[in-house]
């Protein structure tokens, strides 16, 4: 499930709702990642420690035992380089801008939607 395998990009969810982390999995299955997924932030901070390595990390931004925020702050820290997202329903901006401030690329409202991620890989493919 690693970025390497036969050109498909892959993603990591990262979600304490396991509904989201399904539902979000399939659309980003259908839009051609391979996709993992975890409960939390120290989970998905755990699998880059053992050397998973993904392109894409769509992060919820309040989640238990390490919320999102720290999670990306972390993974920054460790010198990951994946496209990192936000997946939030707060509509509190300074949250948000904290979050973003922790090294993400962007911040989608949830649930992601087929146009939010075209639009995202768009942007990304352009840089």
């Known amino acids: 499930?690693?970025?390497n395998s036969k050109n498909k990009m892959s993603a990591l969810i990262v979600?304490?709702?396991k509904v989201v982390r399904r539902v979000h999995g399939k659309l980003l299955t259908q839009l051609g990642f391979e996709t993992n997924a975890v409960e939390n932030g120290q989970e998905a901070v755990d699998l880059f420690t053992s050397g998973e390595c993904y392109d894409f990390v769509?992060?919820?931004?309040?989640m238990p035992i390490m919320d999102g925020t720290e999670a990306t702050q972390k993974l920054?820290?460790?010198?990951?380089k994946s496209t990192i997202v936000g997946v939030t329903?707060?509509?509190?901006?300074?949250?948000?801008?904290?979050f973003m401030e922790a090294g993400l690329y962007a911040c989608l409202e949830k649930p992601?939607?087929?146009?939010?991620?075209?639009s995202l890989l768009e942007q990304v493919t352009k840089k």
Do not use: Y
């Open 112 to 118: 992601l939607t087929r146009d939010a991620i075209s």
């Open 58 to 62: 769509f992060m919820d931004m309040e």
């Open 15 to 17: 979600d304490d709702d």
């Open 1 to 3: 499930m690693t970025g």
């Open 76 to 80: 920054r820290e460790m010198g990951v």
């Open 89 to 98: 329903s707060c509509n509190v901006e300074a949250k948000k801008q904290a």
